[in-house]
């Protein structure tokens, strides 16, 4: 499990100002590039690693956990079809 956190307003606040869409457009140029000169098996050997290193640093859920995540979702999902069909109905 990742150790706790503690984050101050200021922080969050310089992550939510980053140019995100400036970030995604730079990350897309080197994804395509690296894919045109190595191929796209070396993007999913790279996207492998990531998972491996993960799980060793213990930041990749159990199985447990994600069972519990898709629950979650699914429930989640449950409720705002019902609210989705009542709001219908009240109109």
């Known amino acids: 499990m990742l150790a706790s956190v503690t ?5 969050l606040r310089a992550f939510l100002d980053r140019p995100w869409a400036r970030l995604r457009a730079a990350k897309d140029r080197y994804t395509a ?3 045109a000169r190595d191929g796209a098996d070396r ?3 790279l996207a492998a690693l990531l998972r491996e290193y ?6 990749h859920p159990s199985p447990a956990e994600r069972r519990a995540d898709l629950d979650a979702a699914v429930a989640l999902r449950r409720k705002l079809d019902r609210a989705g069909r009542r709001s219908r109905r009240a109109l």
């Open 7 to 11: 984050t101050t307003a200021q922080q």
């Open 33 to 35: 590039a690296m894919i």
């Open 43 to 45: 993007a999913f050997q």
């Open 54 to 59: 993960a799980v060793v640093m213990g930041a």
